[in-house]
């Protein structure tokens, strides 16, 4: 018996587009000898809803789906595919078993996850029991993603007679992901003594990004199957007697080349699924800006990119020339908008206000604030959303301008730390050299003032990013951060930092999230506390 495995990047509310992608795969699958298609997660509504799911008219538009999609299957094919579903009042989280027109079997999901970036128990009524289907002679058991992370559901289906398990994923990317994947799914093997079919859903979907990956182990936990990361693609796996036989298995990218392509995909998705014709970012001649750029010409094309670059008086002549060479390098659209008259106008105006006082944070902060109004009109006149080119690093202690370089659409670098940034860019760097060298190994400065370096007000970005890493991906506290090693004063200055600028980053664009938590959907502090820990 042959099955195939589809990971497939669908949009969410795209119930027409996304049947339309459902049945394509089928017919693939079948064309390539497999009778049985398992697809991702709340694949006929695209994951995660959210509160479209409050809606009845998008729930009742769901069941109409799901009921096309049956129609529809070719003859003698069964697909296993994830939707919601109504229980009366009751809305659940399942997968359900489609042949010859019908809903044979459906099962909900019996572990709704509520933690980090998930929040299934606003939505769904937790299932209680096993679904075990019979499929050319071979028990199938059904799983839906969090189940297979404990060991009751997969202890369930093994007792209801399951030969194998089934399990549809919708399991967002962070860093070394797949490895936990891996160690979790071994864990099922050896509780149950059963094969597991590990589908993964691939794509961006606003912050978050799912990397497929989808993988198949054997009854001795065994890696028999595994589908490239990061890419749609449809896997056929065959059974000998409820047994997978070894295939091909695509080895996953290393860290900085998985973590370089989740953004590349987290950009093209945003992008392309919210119908923007470009983008258009600030081009400083920096490393972020640098990697932000070559990002987006890698995930969109040079067609669709537009760099800026917007020098003043204090913007060195090395910035706007290797700005200058990256850009023609990468084909993109460039444009230079000195800022220095504006600003001079700026100045003027504020003069009497200002009278008396010496310069300081408030010309800095307008130069930013000029940079981010001239990217906002371009983008309202042709329509390209602006990327802003902040890294997690900055965005973390403050370091950035309000309304300046957080103006913008869509936050690339949001979840990167500036010591990944570094390491991102030599990763591209070794792909095909195009970001300049010197853009990568001078001192960080956001050139506000004369002879300004990151390192002025902040630690050096690895004593930084250490004690971000701490304190905002795995809540530690000040005393333990010291206790690992970190220096007590630098610790106090980053979390006070880190605590402080909360009322930024609530107002910071969304981007792509790629580590253990990042800023936005699963870090909610809040803004007014007075908590110190």
């Known amino acids: 018996m042959k099955l195939a495995i589809a990971q497939l990047n669908f949009t969410v509310g795209d119930l027409i587009g996304n049947v339309a992608k459902l049945n394509a795969a089928c017919r693939q699958a079948q064309a390539e000898g497999a009778s049985l298609l398992v697809t991702p997660e709340l694949a006929l509504t695209g994951y995660p809803p959210e509160d479209l799911l409050l809606r009845d008219d998008f729930c009742q538009a769901a069941e109409h789906a799901l009921q ?4 529809a299957l070719p003859r003698g094919f069964t697909l296993l595919v994830g939707h919601p579903a109504r229980d009366g009042a009751r809305l659940h989280n399942s997968a359900s078993v489609l042949r010859d027109g019908k809903i044979l079997a459906t099962c909900h ?6 933690h980090s970036v998930f929040d299934e128990e606003r939505y769904f009524v937790p299932g209680d029991s096993a679904l075990v289907f019979e499929h050319e002679g071979i028990k199938f058991g059904v799983l839906i993603c969090a189940d297979i992370w404990e060991p009751e559901p997969a202890m369930r289906a093994r007792d209801a007679g399951a030969q194998s398990l089934l399990v549809l994923n919708a399991s967002p990317y962070h860093l070394d992901k797949q490895p936990t994947r891996h160690e ?7 509780d149950t003594g059963l094969p597991v079919v590990y589908v993964n859903l691939v794509g961006g979907q606003d912050e978050l990004v799912f990397d497929g990956a989808s993988f198949v182990l054997d009854a001795d936990a065994a890696l028999v199957r595994q589908l490239a990361a990061f890419k749609e693609e449809l896997g056929v796996v065959e059974f000998d007697g409820g047994q997978p036989r070894a295939g091909v298995v695509t080895p996953v990218p290393n860290l900085e080349a998985a973590a370089y392509e989740a953004l590349c995909l987290g950009v093209r998705d945003y992008i392309v699924k919210n119908n923007f014709p470009g983008v258009v970012l600030g081009l400083s001649g920096g490393v972020d800006s640098a990697l932000t750029l070559a990002i987006a010409v890698d995930a969109l094309g040079a067609e669709r990119v537009h760099a800026v670059m917007m020098p003043s008086r204090f913007t060195a002549d090395i910035s706007q020339a290797d700005a200058a060479q990256m850009a023609e390098h990468l084909g993109v659209r460039y444009t230079v908008l000195p800022i220095e008259n504006v600003f001079e106008a700026y100045a003027g105006t504020l003069a009497e206000e200002f009278a008396d006082l010496p310069a300081d944070l408030a010309e800095e902060n307008l130069q930013a ?7 906002m009109a371009l983008s309202n006149k042709f329509g390209s959303i602006v990327l802003t080119t902040g890294n997690k690093s900055e965005l973390g202690v403050g370091y950035s301008t309000l309304y300046g370089d957080m103006a913008g659409g869509f936050a690339v670098l949001k979840d990167v730390p500036k010591t990944l940034v570094y390491r991102l860019a030599h990763y591209r760097n070794a792909v095909s050299p195009v970001i300049p060298e010197r853009t990568i190994t001078r001192a960080p400065s956001a050139e506000l003032r004369d002879n300004q370096t990151d390192q002025d007000a902040l630690p050096p970005y690895e004593i930084l990013d250490a004690i971000m890493e701490a304190y905002v991906e795995y809540d530690r506290s000040p005393a333990e ?7 007590a004063a630098d610790v106090q200055r980053v979390v006070s930092l880190i605590d402080r600028s909360e009322f930024k980053r609530r107002q910071a664009p969304i981007g792509v999230r790629i580590t253990h938590r990042g800023f936005g959907r699963d870090r909610r502090y809040p803004i ?3 908590f110190k820990s």
């Open 109 to 114: 999901k019996q572990k709704l996850p509520n």
């Open 528 to 530: 007014t506390s007075h």
């Open 369 to 375: 604030r000029i940079r981010g109004n001239l990217l």
């Open 68 to 71: 096309s999609l049956a129609a």
């Open 184 to 190: 979790a799914m071994r864990d099922r093997v050896y």
């Open 481 to 487: 951060i010291i206790a690992m090693g970190c220096n």
